[in-house]
């Protein structure tokens, strides 16, 4: 029987509170009686230690008021240290000098209602609760740690601490669930550059843009230029209000329609609520919907119905809301730079410095393009294009999509005799981000020398060797206490990054970032707050009508005669959203916590944090600093082993995280669960408990990776269930990633009682991967297969159990062997087959928009083709018949090369017709589709010839296998085309962005011809009646008239 099934210590029940045999402890931990007089004149907690759990220990109770003697004495109250006095008494084993016990931390509440789908990360941290204005509330600007002093004090000889700043040089790593993590790795993507849930995030670079609120764009895709309702009013508690409401309808599998709700509303705090209600989740109504009235008592209600009323039909309204939620959206950035010479280190010094040295002139060439302003038309950043009053030249780049203007200090005016250089610390001075570069010899950089109220992070930059081939460059980051950490992360010792491009992408992201996570700060945070505050006074006082919410019209029209309402789905149908739904729960990483037992360390502390679930991602938010703690795409996820209260999710190659729930028992785990199966290829785990046989055998083999090579036949292993492409996650309770090879060894070697969780194979016998696990591996496959065969003496295993013949195997080995479960090639070609294939997610299409996803094809794209002789170019052979290697190893080394030229480009084009198809409306031209049809189809040609050319290469006296060479399409050939297809691509590009200025055009004389017609009939109907006054004033009948 196996050991954890049902009995003590199952995880799926888990695991009993301690007992202890001490009677006078367990007196103790009964509830007390209640003191005849107060030991202490402090309130009592909200949840004490000697509560049983079954009890209200969960429920707040409002504090006890203070008494006339507490109020009098507290002065004295004030100077005793009462923290000892109040822990015995609160504690009472502690005089007994047993541990005392710590309360749980309370799981975060949630918004209701409860099935809102989420459309992004700002929206599942939206906070009904009014805000002080007064106080300058910024919960959302302490989203960045405290520093602590260690941070303050922390220097180098790059950077010296200050206070007030957090100094960064090198190693942090990025702030994740147990505290500081390694950096994610393509395609993940970092915690802080997660913002929208709804559609796919996929990153592009290497370096990601992070704190930028990407939902802002929900109103202008899903509501600009179409059928919706604005509200506006003044609530008494949250003060001005915008909501935006619109009814969408789409085709259901079964011919029927389905309808959702799309909302957002707007207060005075930066976080908007953004997302999607399907109708299946909202009380029953009329076939042509509910009324925004009954909407809004359902989704919010918060807030107050009778202060709303429609917004004016003004073009000025929807511009207005345009500005008011991509005020955060920027794509043009000013950066400042500071040149310090060898010797200096004050700021009056690095003002005054007038030329610029090689070094910095190096620099300055690789970070961007020196231009002339006079005549510049681009992003000038307030500098003056015209007379040169600010300097004749300036440095210009771009870089994903934003234009970055640089305040370079020589290049800005000089005043003779002036230490502070007014002219160019106006510019510097003013902006958020500031690169301080250092020659050799500099002296360290301290913050506390600039003064400046703007210039929250610095970026300390030092040369070595400059002006030669060996020229590099080390960084430090020095940022404001209030300002959130932001990558990209540093490595440790801050480098050195060689001159080269990939450092200049570097730079400019961290720049990028550092202004963006600025944005959450005291200053900047109470400036936009204020800002956004006017923009809703401004819609709630002068762009609303009479209409109130009660009176206002139903969404919709009336049904066509050729469509039909789709019936109502079973239960559960609200959990095929394609945003993100929330549960509120307290997550851990790493080992399992059992239940009422305290985790141990950092890593396994319980943070409480929201669940949230999409279609595309699932994310965890820790509420009490509105960041993102962890991260993972859906096609991430291998599996799962839930209990009544507690769920281990595992993703990636096999990392794990303990998630806990509250409320009723089961309920909320079956959500997740339920979700999880509709949006994800996971399924639940098996606990397999193996005892060793008479000989000490386990009787199964396992790979470096975890995989089960070969299960022994008629051994225990088999009986328990144990399959060959099984995939082992724990064993003896510890997750095998967290495990060296050698340390999983042993515990498979002494461990008397080997319990494993194990990921059983698919459904045909194939072991399962993660998606980015095949990414990483098609990445690895290129060189893999290009190097030769390693001895077997030199392959790198450990030996488990020699006697039961127990190895784990490193699958690198080539065709030549027999293909072991985890066969690259097949699992990717089963991989793409499924991605095309009907998939358990296809049941998310009656529900939730289907996105374009192009990630398989990058996949495919970076895979390059590896050298393959043929008949006509044979290298030369040697007198003892072996080929040359040199002429090999060109081989090997051209066909990535050529391919590295247009690969990304094809994948690029691939990428920009899918954004393509999926932007342009119904309206397209039909010649421009079947144009871009075509396109998309050559593309997927291409690609699809490049995965041929990525599989393995079959042995010479295969015949079946025997590569025919007319068939491959030629690296020229691919260039030329891809060449092609990219200037069709930009003229679509051009057509399409003419066609859509234009329907805008004429969407806009078409609304004002309708105000005009509007307009007309008023004043028609107005004459009419004067008309028929002034006849009846003259006597003449009406009839005549008429």
């Not at 290497?206 to 895709?221: I, N, P, Q």
């Not at 000038?380 to 771009?398: E, I, M, N, P």
């Amino acid at each position: 029987m196996p050991m954890w099934a049902g009995g003590v210590g199952s995880p799926r029940r888990g695991m009993a509170p301690a007992s202890t045999d001490d009677l006078f402890a367990r007196k103790l931990r009964q509830p007390a009686r209640p003191p005849l007089t107060p030991h202490t004149f402090d309130p009592r907690p909200v949840r004490g230690p000697l509560l049983r759990s079954g009890s209200d220990a969960g429920e707040a109770r409002p504090p006890t008021p203070a008494s006339p003697r507490a109020r009098a004495h507290s002065h004295e109250e004030a100077s005793r240290p009462a923290a000892t006095s109040t822990r015995l008494f609160t504690d009472p084993l502690a005089l007994l000098g047993l541990p005392a016990e710590e309360p749980e931390p309370a799981f975060p509440p949630v918004l209701e209602p409860r099935w809102f789908a989420h459309y992004d990360v700002q929206s599942l941290l939206f906070d009904w609760a009014p805000r002080s204005q007064g106080t300058g509330s910024h919960s959302e600007a302490s989203s960045g740690t405290l520093a602590s002093a260690e941070d303050q004090a922390a220097s180098s000889d790059l950077l010296h601490g200050a206070p007030g700043f957090v100094c960064e040089l090198g190693g942090e790593g990025e702030l994740g669930l147990g505290g500081p993590a390694s950096p994610p790795v393509p395609p993940a993507l970092p915690n802080a550059a997660v913002s929208i849930l709804e559609e796919p995030q996929n990153r592009t670079s290497a370096y990601s843009l992070e704190h930028a609120d990407l939902g802002a764009g929900y109103y202008r895709k899903y509501f600009y230029g179409k059928e919706h309702q604005n509200f506006f009013g003044m609530d008494e508690s949250l003060g001005p209000v915008a909501v935006s409401l619109r009814r969408e309808e789409k085709e259901g599998s079964g011919g029927g329609t389905l309808h959702s709700y799309r909302v957002i509303v707007r207060t005075t705090q930066l976080r908007t609520l953004r997302g999607t209600i399907s109708e299946d989740a909202l009380p029953p109504g009329p076939p042509r919907g509910l009324s925004p009235r009954k909407l809004l008592e359902h989704v919010a209600p918060q807030l107050s119905p009778s202060c709303l009323r429609l917004g004016s039909a003004s073009p000025k309204v929807p511009r207005t809301l345009l500005t008011l939620d991509e005020q955060v959206l920027s794509f043009q950035r000013k950066v400042g730079i500071l040149y310090c010479r060898a010797g200096q280190g004050s700021e009056e010094e690095m003002y005054n410095n007038q030329e610029a040295g090689p070094a910095f002139m190096q620099f300055l060439t690789l970070l961007g393009n020196v231009v002339r302003l006079k005549g510049f038309e681009s992003y000038r950043a307030q500098l003056d294009t015209k007379t040169d009053s600010t300097g004749t030249h300036s440095l210009y780049t771009t870089y994903q999509d934003h234009e970055i203007m640089f305040h370079v200090s020589t290049m800005l005016p000089y005043t003779p005799n002036n230490q502070q250089q007014l002219l160019r610390k106006r510019h510097i001075g003013n902006d958020i981000v500031t690169i301080v570069f250092q020659e050799p010899g500099s002296k360290p950089f301290c913050p506390a020398t600039i003064r400046s109220h703007f210039q929250h992070v610095f970026l300390v930059v030092r040369a070595h060797a400059p002006c030669t081939p060996h020229t590099s460059y080390r960084v430090a980051v020095s940022r404001t206490q209030d300002t959130p950490a932001f990558g990209p992360a540093l490595p440790a010792g801050g480098g050195p990054f060689a001159a080269n491009a990939d450092f200049r992408a570097f730079l400019l992201a961290k720049a990028l970032n550092g202004e963006q996570a600025a944005g959450h700060a005291r200053q900047f945070h109470a400036m936009a707050t204020r800002t956004r505050q006017q923009y809703l006074q401004d819609l709630a006082t002068n762009e609303v009508t009479t209409t109130s919410l009660d009176s206002a019209s139903r969404f919709g029209l009336p049904s066509l005669g050729g469509r039909r309402r789709a019936a109502p789905r079973g239960p559960g149908a609200e959990l095929q959203a394609a945003g993100s739904l929330v549960w509120g729960v307290r997550a851990a990483s790493g080992a399992r916590v059992a239940a009422g037992a305290q985790a141990s360390g950092p890593e396994g502390a319980e943070v409480p944090c929201l669940l949230g679930i999409s279609a595309e991602a699932l994310v965890l938010v820790a509420p009490r600093d509105g960041r993102v703690v962890f991260n993972c795409a859906c096609r991430d996820v291998l599996a799962w082993t839930f209990s009544e209260q507690q769920l281990d999710l595992y993703h990636g190659r096999g990392e794990a995280i303990t998630l806990r729930f509250d409320g009723s028992p089961g309920q909320a785990v079956g959500e997740v669960v339920a979700r999880l199966q509709l949006v994800s290829r996971g399924c639940e785990t098996r606990e397999l408990a193996l005892p060793r046989d008479g000989q000490g055998r386990l009787g199964f083999e396992v790979d470096a990776e975890g995989f089960v090579t070969h299960v022994e036949r008629f051994t225990f292993a088999e009986t328990a269930g144990l399959r060959p492409g099984a995939r082992l996650l724990r064993v003896c309770g510890q997750t095998l990633p967290s495990l060296r090879p050698e340390a999983a060894a042993q515990l498979l070697r002494s461990a008397p009682k080997v319990c494993v969780t194990v990921l059983p194979p698919d459904e045909s016998g194939r072991p399962r991967r993660s998606f980015s696990e095949l990414y990483m591996l098609s990445l690895q496959e290129p060189s893999r297969r290009g190097a030769p065969e390693p001895v077997q003496d030199e392959v790198q295993g450990v030996t488990l159990l020699p006697t039961t013949k127990q190895l784990l195997h490193l699958c690198l080995q080539d065709g030549g062997s027999p293909p072991a479960p985890g066969d690259l090639a097949e699992e990717r070609t089963e991989f793409l087959h499924s991605q095309n294939s009907l998939s358990p997610r296809s049941s998310l299409s009656d529900e939730a928009p289907v996105l374009p996803n192009t990630t398989p094809d990058l996949l495919l794209a970076t895979t390059a083709k590896p050298s393959v002789p043929s008949a006509d170019s044979e290298a030369p052979l040697t007198q003892d018949g072996t080929g040359s290697p040199s002429g090999s190893e060109d081989k090997g080394n051209s066909a990535p090369e050529l391919r590295a030229s247009f690969l990304p480009r094809t994948l690029s084009l691939r990428n920009s017709i899918s954004r393509i198809m999926s932007e342009a409306g119904s309206g397209t031209l039909e010649d421009e589709w079947q144009a871009i049809s075509e396109i998309a189809s050559t593309c997927n040609t291409i690609l699809e010839s490049l995965s041929r050319e990525g599989q393995p290469i079959p042995e010479s006296g295969d015949p079946k296998g025997t590569p025919k060479s007319d068939a491959e399409p030629e690296p020229g050939n691919l260039s030329e085309k891809v060449s092609h297809l990219e200037s069709m691509l930009r003229k679509l590009q051009e057509d399409l962005q003419k066609e859509k200025a234009d329907r805008a055009a004429l969407e806009e004389e078409v609304r004002s011809l309708r105000h005009n017609n509007r307009r007309l009939q008023a004043e028609s109907e107005s004459a009419a009646t004067r008309l028929l006054l002034a006849s009846k004033q003259l006597g003449s009948p009406t009839a005549d008239l008429a």
